[in-house]
């Protein structure tokens, strides 16, 4: 059986972000875009799992891709059902880091306007959850330079599972398309469809795109 993917973007961003949009031509050129889903996460947290808990029960067990706030969200759900989860720029404790932040947000993209309140704030804590259990089933995309995240944060909480830290890059992840396969390959995609396929092209997309995750 294809395994299947969910990607789980940040806050204020969409399926039109940079990454999600490379992962899912990627996916086009693999013949695999029925078995990737990029949903528009509602901007509460809790209604965002709702989506994402629907989704893991439409694809059975997919594997998880989390950017920034993504990446805690595919935390959560990794421990409460067992996948796998492969996290670029996490936020580790959002909840702790939304002090002068309150009141009107804007989504990057869909210019989607509404108000963070100190209730969505205490919907994050509410998903929190210890380090993970079992580390094997996780790996960890940091990039040192991230303006957004102290990437060290990450590298403390996901100690025990694999990651790669790069040093330099920025908190959207440079390079995300060139590391593709190392994403295809952790998912248990079959190496024939990808392994002659070069993905750096994907890298110069010259479509508009907001800025990267506030989280």
């Known amino acids: 059986m294809t395994p299947s993917i969910l990607y789980l973007h940040g806050l204020n961003s969409s399926p039109a972000s940079l990454k999600a949009s490379q992962l899912w031509r990627a996916m086009q050129r693999l013949d695999l875009a029925p078995q990737l889903r990029v949903p528009a996460l509602h901007h509460h947290p809790r209604q965002a799992i709702a989506q994402a808990e629907a989704l893991i029960g439409e694809l059975g067990r997919p594997v998880l891709v989390g950017s920034s706030l993504g990446g805690y969200y595919a935390t959560h759900l990794a421990e409460r059902y067992g996948l796998r989860a492969l996290l670029i720029n996490p936020a580790v404790r959002p909840h702790l880091l939304f002090d002068g932040y309150l009141g009107p947000q804007q989504n990057y993209y869909s210019d989607e306007t509404w108000e963070l ?74 190496a024939t469809r990808w392994r002659h396929i070069d993905f750096s092209d994907l890298q110069d997309d010259s479509r508009p795109h907001g800025p990267a995750e506030r989280l």
């Open 117 to 190: 309140t100190a209730e969505h704030v205490a919907a994050l804590a509410e998903l929190e959850v210890p380090p993970p259990q079992d580390p094997a089933r996780y790996q960890v995309w940091l990039q040192t330079a991230d303006e957004t995240l102290d990437y060290r944060q990450a590298e403390r909480y996901y100690r025990a599972c694999a990651l790669r830290i790069q040093a330099g890059g920025d908190h959207g992840f440079q390079g995300f398309a060139e590391r593709l396969p190392m994403l295809f390959a952790f998912a248990g995609i079959d």
